[in-house]
């Protein structure tokens, strides 16, 4: 009798669990026009999404939100959390902090429209994440300040910042991460402290049309690099052209 009423309590508590996991999902759809808007958002659970495209008992549709003076402060707490969607913004500060593993972010700024003085703040906390971000693709995007705390292992980080007077800050800490980032037009600025081995790093870093004759004098491409890693490979393009390497 005593082992009949054991084997129901692990079942039933077994049945809790699968029923938390099966329906903690917090999902939000966002449509938005308009300037100085402050966007607040904490989720908490198993699941989250923002303008996920496949979110659970249906499609939610695409993130879109259009404005300037725009401040963004996004926190996300646990694991296969999502973040998909356009944003069009001037002015305008982002923060996004993740806490968790296996977390998806597909995010484009300025895909169709002018980009100007962003200030993004990303903090990452956790493993098998990724992530891939864009900010230009060939529209006018200038004045970007971008930062990244990454602590973690096996995070995927696809990142490109088309935006003139760029200044891209990143630190890494943990094992076998995957880094690649783009910086394209006018001048650019990276200062990139990784800790952590066998991480795979890609720097594509162009620095726009040559201004002032040969040789090239402005705008100009900087790089600092702080490692320290064993079996890391890093492969860094600096080039003074307007073209991809």
């Known amino acids: 009798m005593k082992k009949l009423i054991s084997l129901c309590i692990i079942a039933l508590m077994s049945t809790q669990i699968l029923f938390a996991q099966a329906t903690d999902d917090n999902e939000i759809k966002i449509t938005q026009t308009g300037d100085t808007l402050k966007l607040y958002i904490d989720q908490i659970g198993f699941g989250n999404k923002i303008g996920g495209d496949d979110a659970s008992g249906g499609s939610l549709s695409n993130m879109t939100i259009t404005g300037s003076g725009l401040e963004f402060d996004l926190d996300f707490t646990g694991n296969q959390n999502i973040l998909f969607g356009p944003v069009i913004s001037d002015n305008s500060d982002i923060t996004l902090n993740f806490t968790g593993d296996s977390n998806e972010v597909d995010?484009?700024?300025?895909?169709?429209?002018?980009?100007?003085?962003?200030n993004i703040n990303f903090a990452v906390t956790g493993s098998s994440n990724t992530f891939?971000?864009?900010?230009?693709?060939?529209?006018?995007?200038?004045?970007?300040?971008?930062?990244?705390?990454?602590?973690?292992?096996?995070?995927?980080?696809?990142?490109?910042?088309?935006?003139?007077?760029?200044?891209?800050?990143?630190?890494?800490?943990?094992?076998?991460?995957?880094?690649?980032?783009?910086?394209?037009?006018?001048?650019?600025?990276?200062?990139?402290?990784?800790?952590?081995?066998?991480?795979?790093?890609?720097?594509?870093?162009?620095?726009?049309?040559?201004?002032?004759?040969?040789?090239?004098?402005?705008?100009?491409?900087?790089?600092?690099?702080?490692?320290?890693?064993?079996?890391?490979?890093?492969?860094?393009?600096?080039?003074?052209a307007a073209n991809d390497s």
């Open 107 to 118: 995010w484009n700024i300025g895909y169709q429209g002018s980009t100007d003085d962003s």
């Open 132 to 240: 891939d971000l864009d900010q230009g693709y060939g529209l006018s995007a200038e004045r970007l300040n971008a930062d990244l705390i990454l602590i973690g292992s096996s995070n995927i980080f696809d990142v490109d910042w088309e935006s003139d007077d760029l200044t891209w800050d990143f630190e890494v800490t943990g094992d076998s991460n995957n880094i690649n980032t783009l910086q394209k037009d006018g001048e650019q600025s990276i200062d990139f402290e990784l800790t952590g081995d066998s991480a795979d790093v890609d720097i594509n870093q162009l620095s726009g049309t040559c201004v002032g004759g040969s040789p090239c004098a402005t705008p100009n491409a900087n790089i600092v690099l702080d490692v320290t890693s064993d079996n890391a490979v890093i492969q860094i393009n600096q080039k003074d």
